[in-house]
């Protein structure tokens, strides 16, 4: 029996990329109001290795996966969006760039500065385990309050309409409903299986795991937290896999709990033609599959 597969995918500028077993589809309005759809295939590390579809491993792949198509997806639709040619490719030094600076980013803001928040703490908290949730709490702070931030954006905020609508049609299909928009539009823009929810998680099991070593040097900190990065995208990656089931454990639907709330933020009311989008996408990715 095959693995059971998911469908998801992402908001991109002004259109949703969804995925499916084998390939990625983006669908992007024009400004000439059509929709264009762009078809890629997949050619997963899971699939050419078994052993990275383990338990625990196969979210430290997906990460990256879902991180490069991610970034190629809104390359494209960013060229889409502004009208220009449909030829128009994304070079390879151009995605390595992209990628380098956004792990950049993340690492600076929530390894680097939590940590050495944590080192000055160390002067006045003589308990590890205090210094190590204050840095986590800090971590989380932080995250919040750059997606309060990012939320508050104009051209943003089209973007989070779009994540409505790619929920709102994958709702709709795990429902076993006919992808139009009419039963599209009564579903809730929020969703377990998401990719905020999964990094609220990620940032909370940070909190939890990291609170457990000792006191240390910032250099040594840090690279702690690097090393560990991997065990807690797997573990992560677990727990928004079991929320995203017909019937979670209830631990579990606790756990995601948050994420759902945080969604408030990230996700907007999609309108008609957004949904038609998100629907494009998704039917593109399953007539491959054969769904």
């Known amino acids: 029996m095959s693995e059971e597969f998911f469908y998801g995918g992402q908001a991109v500028i002004e259109g949703v990329m969804m995925r499916g077993r084998r390939s990625i589809a983006i669908a992007v309005r024009r400004p000439d109001r059509t929709v264009v759809v762009n078809r890629q295939p997949i050619g997963t590390l899971t699939a050419k290795y078994p052993a990275l579809r383990l338990a625990f491993v196969r979210g430290v792949v997906a990460f990256f996966e879902t991180l490069v198509v991610g970034v190629r997806a809104l390359m494209f639709s960013a060229d889409q969006a502004a009208g220009e040619g449909e030829d128009e490719k994304l070079k390879p030094w151009e995605l390595t760039l992209t990628l380098l ?3 950049a980013v993340f690492v600076a803001l929530f390894i680097v ?3 050495l928040v944590a080192v000055i703490l160390q002067r006045w908290l003589a308990s590890p385990v205090a210094v190590n949730l204050a840095e ?3 971590r989380l702070l932080v995250f919040l309050g750059y997606i309060i931030v990012v939320s508050r954006l104009r051209d ?5 309409q779009y994540h409505g ?4 049609v994958i709702h709709s299909f795990e429902a076993g409903e006919d992808l139009v928009v009419e039963n599209a539009r009564r579903h809730s823009t929020l969703h377990p299986r998401c990719g905020t929810a999964f990094l609220l998680i990620v940032m909370i099991i940070m909190v ?3 609170s457990l070593l000792g006191r240390t040097s910032l250099v040594l900190r840090i690279a702690t937290r690097l090393a560990l990065l991997p065990l807690v995208t797997g573990v992560s990656y677990e727990v928004v896999r079991l929320a995203g089931r017909r019937n979670p454990p209830k631990i579990v639907e606790l756990a995601i709990a948050p994420g759902l ?3 408030r933020l990230t996700t907007r009311e999609p309108d008609d033609a957004q949904l038609e989008v998100a629907i494009a996408a998704l039917k593109d990715v399953l007539e491959v599959d054969g769904v």
């Open 136 to 138: 986590g709490v800090f």
């Open 101 to 103: 600076l956004s792990l």
């Open 208 to 210: 939890l795991m990291f």
């Open 165 to 168: 609508a790619e929920h709102k």
């Open 261 to 263: 709330w945080l969604q």
């Open 156 to 160: 943003i905020q089209r973007v989070f």
């Open 113 to 115: 500065l939590p940590n």
